[in-house]
């Protein structure tokens, strides 16, 4: 085993404590610090998340920590990629009342803090898709693409099923669209998709702005103003990558 002294204290395991009240503060600067993601953008999602939060909840901060379904995740995706990817996360453990970091190593408190232990939320390297309850939790996937890229990708792929790519070549679209993918962690790991949603970029905020929808096996169809639902069964399906090129994913050729 390796002696914990001889590795670089970059690397160490290490724990703090803060009030929920400072949860946002706290942990947009260890994003920033550890991650380089921006802080103020950071704070504004953090908060947005725990503003529902009790007062009198205490936040234990655990980093580097080794999250089982992110890193499938990023051996099977994110180490692929052009930009790159933090393999660690940070672990909050939240905790009823009062806690402090003497807490931690006093035995006599241990029964205690069990019984003030109401969960924990894992914070991963993917701004702004960071926050991660369970593994069991629903991801999404958005991007903006050109509906000529994506189409192009439908008839190709050979895991859509001929009924979805039908009806998505058959949907007029715009020159830009947005585009979710509905995963969950083990289907995100592999690229994989279970739904997709896709809306007009350059639509306003009404119904009219929905372009296509399908989830689990069922398309949403609307036909004269009547939403109708298609069940056809179609299978998972792969993520799409041929998104647009930029400065931003340091994909330029």
């Known amino acids: 085993m390796n002696n914990p002294m001889s590795m670089p204290p970059d690397q160490w395991i290490t724990f703090s404590v803060a009030p929920i009240s400072r ?34 909840i205490s936040v234990l901060i655990e980093l580097p920590y080794v999250d089982k379904v992110f890193r499938n995740s990023y051996y099977h995706y994110f180490s692929s990629k052009h930009c790159r990817f933090e393999r660690d996360s940070i672990r909050l453990s939240f905790f009823e009342g009062e806690l402090s970091e003497q807490y931690l190593s006093d035995s006599a408190r241990y029964s205690c803090l069990a019984a003030s232990f109401l969960g924990v939320v894992i914070i991963r390297p993917t701004f702004p898709q960071s926050v991660s309850c369970d593994d069991n939790q629903v991801i999404t ?19 859509l099923q001929k009924e979805l790519k039908d009806v998505i070549l058959a949907t ?3 020159k830009f669209i947005w585009i979710t993918e509905i995963s969950d962690a083990g289907l995100y790991g592999n690229s994989m998709a279970a739904g997709v949603v896709i ?23 609307r036909f004269d103003g009547v939403d109708t639902e298609v069940t056809t069964g179609f299978a998972n ?5 041929n998104n647009l090129k930029g400065e931003w994913s340091q994909w330029k050729a």
């Open 199 to 221: 809306i007009d970029a350059t639509g306003d905020v009404s119904r009219n702005s929905l372009l296509f929808s399908a989830y689990s096996g069922t398309i949403y169809l």
């Open 141 to 159: 996937r958005f991007y903006l693409t050109s509906s000529r890229s994506y189409k192009n990708w439908v008839v190709h792929s050979i895991l």
């Open 172 to 174: 007029s679209m715009p």
């Open 237 to 241: 399906f792969t993520c799409y990558e």
């Open 23 to 56: 949860i946002a503060v706290e942990l947009s600067f260890l994003l920033f610090d550890k991650f380089g993601f921006a802080q103020s953008s950071c704070e504004k999602i953090i908060a947005r998340y725990f503003t529902a939060f009790r007062d009198d």
